[in-house]
């Protein structure tokens, strides 16, 4: 009479042979369900292995993108999402040296409401540091001007002053007068005021935005 014999007692092969014929008598549910109920420790490991090499490699591709500029445009009209890629575009090509991994951060959902998402928004853009150029209608340029929020062109563009002041009004820069601006088709709304950020660090690109749009 044959010893009888134990799972425990099987060798890994066979052990491997006895799961895949309990597997082809399942259904795909009960397979799952199954799989899940003895392996959910690895299965969980390789999710969790996965999704920290997913992680790194998004942050890795992340830490290789160079910002050139990062600007907030408030109230755009509903069909500016064609004139905010050509924008992105150009001033990517102003700009930029050339290298594909250069890029221009546009934020065309800012509002001037104040209705909760409108001042969430706003006090988003405004306070994390991550905004260097806002350009919106005149009451919210005038709110946040009030709070210092801004610095002037005249530090911004520097010694190159001078030679923009005769388009500025009272030291603004109101990009509702400048052709390549209209062209864009983002706004319905004059005058556009355009302003640089005190926590900007991009002060230099943000100079050069404002020669795009003025020359």
Do not use: H
């Amino acid at each position: 009479m044959a010893e009888k014999r134990y799972e425990s007692d099987l060798t890994n092969k066979e052990k491997r042979q006895l799961e895949w014929k309990k597997l082809k008598t399942m259904t795909w549910g009960e397979r799952i369900q199954y799989l899940w109920a003895y392996y959910k420790i690895w299965l969980a490991a390789l999710i969790a292995v996965i999704f920290v090499v997913w992680i790194g490699v998004t942050s890795w591709q992340n830490s290789q993108i160079v910002v050139l500029l990062s600007v907030a445009v408030a109230d755009t009209t509903l069909d500016s999402s064609e004139g905010a890629e050509k924008m992105e575009e150009d001033l990517i090509a102003y700009l930029g040296t050339g290298d594909s991994k250069e890029t221009i951060s546009l934020d065309t959902t800012v509002q001037s409401g104040d209705d909760y998402t409108a001042v969430i928004k706003k006090t988003v853009v405004m306070a994390t540091g991550s905004t260097d150029v806002l350009i919106c209608g005149e009451d919210m340029y005038n709110e946040y001007e009030e709070q210092g929020a801004f610095v002037s062109w005249e530090e911004v563009l520097g010694d190159d002053y001078a030679s923009y002041e005769s388009k500025l009004v009272d030291g603004k820069l109101d990009l509702s007068t400048s052709p390549k601006w209209k062209d864009y088709g983002m706004t319905d709304y004059e005058p556009v005021y355009t302003a640089v950020l005190a926590s900007s660090e991009n002060q230099e690109n943000a100079a050069k935005m404002a020669e795009y749009f003025l020359d």
